[in-house]
């Protein structure tokens, strides 16, 4: 059995000792506890639920949603669109984050460095397409995933082109070359995204 506890401790920033305490069990148990024991006794998981100031039930961690990875995104790679709408395909399957519990998102891998340091190579993204074509109004300006008129899938910043239709996808990472004045097909901003060191792969 999962539990949160670890993670709830880190958030107060409490050591492994200072919860111990504070819920009156011993260090070894906590550490059983935060490990995932085989034996739960009840009147112990509701101390250490009391020392964290959370109800018993906050303390177990569900079964995380798989969320299909669909394909790579360019980040000054070329990196040509594939199927990013393939129902229950994709190159893995990694943990729907829980901030994003209850949407409809897609998540892709970054390929390149274009728009360090904000997404490095590895990164998953996770985003939400609302608009069959086009781009929607309040994505305009921020860090977007994007099929552009040649079918290549990038993540840039999205900003106005010279003219209605045209848009500049803009690299962050001053090395790296940006795309001026293109049309895209749509593009949909960045809702969520983890560097690869903290991708749970399921």
Known sequence: MRFLIRQLRQERRLTLEELAEKAGISRSYLNELELGAK???????????????????????????????????GAGARVPLVDMYAKGGGLYHVARPPQLAG???VAVE?????MAPMYQPGHVLFFSRN?????????????????DASGMAWVKMVKRGSEPGR?????LNPDAESVWDVPIKWAARVRFALPAELVERI
């Open 39 to 73: 034996t739960i006794n009840a009147n112990r998981l509701q101390q250490v639920a009391r020392a964290l100031g959370v109800e018993v039930t906050d303390l177990f961690a569900s079964e995380p949603t798989p969320v299909a990875v669909a394909g790579q995104v």
């Open 103 to 105: 949407q409809s998102v």
């Open 110 to 114: 970054v390929e390149g460095d274009s």
């Open 131 to 147: 608009t069959h074509e086009g781009i929607p109004e309040e994505d305009v300006g921020r860090p977007c995933v994007v099929e």
């Open 167 to 171: 848009w500049n996808l803009i690299s």
